[in-house]
Nanobody, 130 residues
Framework: QVQPVESGGGSVQAGGSLRLSCTTA?????????VGWFRQTPGKEREGVAT???????TYAPSVKGRFTISQDNATSTLYLQMNRLEIEDSAMYYC???????????????????????WGKGTLVTISS
């Protein structure tokens, strides 16, 4: 199904690691697409974390660059977010999202315009403690 389904959230101490997973048929069904991760905390707007497109071009928010890695497995239609050196500020609900038919510069720019994404998962909660 194209509707993303996330897994892998949980609670870890600061400095630890988590890997989020998301399955969406968009990855295996379309030659051009953009998929990614956004996060949101109560009272704040949803913010872009990372995106990857059908050409495997990745884009990261400055706050996570060097600590998080986005990747995809086309064979299993799975999107991953490896999160290392987690900080308390990384605590949030993380959402997987997918958009058919767009890639390249559009996928890079969507980090700041989440309303452009077509499909959204229900989210997985990440809690970082001190």
């Amino acid at each position: 199904q194209v509707q993303p389904v996330e897994s892998g959230g949980g609670s870890v101490q600061a400095g630890g690691s988590l890997r989020l997973s998301c399955t969406t048929a968009v990855i295996s069904s379309y030659s051009h697409y953009c998929v990614g991760w956004f996060r949101q905390t109560p009272g704040k707007e949803r913010e872009g974390v990372a995106t990857i497109d059908s050409r495997a071009t990745t884009t990261y928010a400055p706050s996570v660059k060097g600590r998080f890695t986005i990747s995809q497995d086309n064979a299993t239609s799975t999107l991953y977010l490896q999160m290392n050196r987690l900080e308390i500020e990384d605590s949030a609900m993380y959402y997987c999202t997918a958009q058919r038919g767009y890639s390249g510069s559009w996928c890079q720019g969507v980090l700041s315009q989440p309303s452009g994404m077509e499909y959204w998962g229900k989210g997985t909660l990440v809690t970082i403690s001190s």
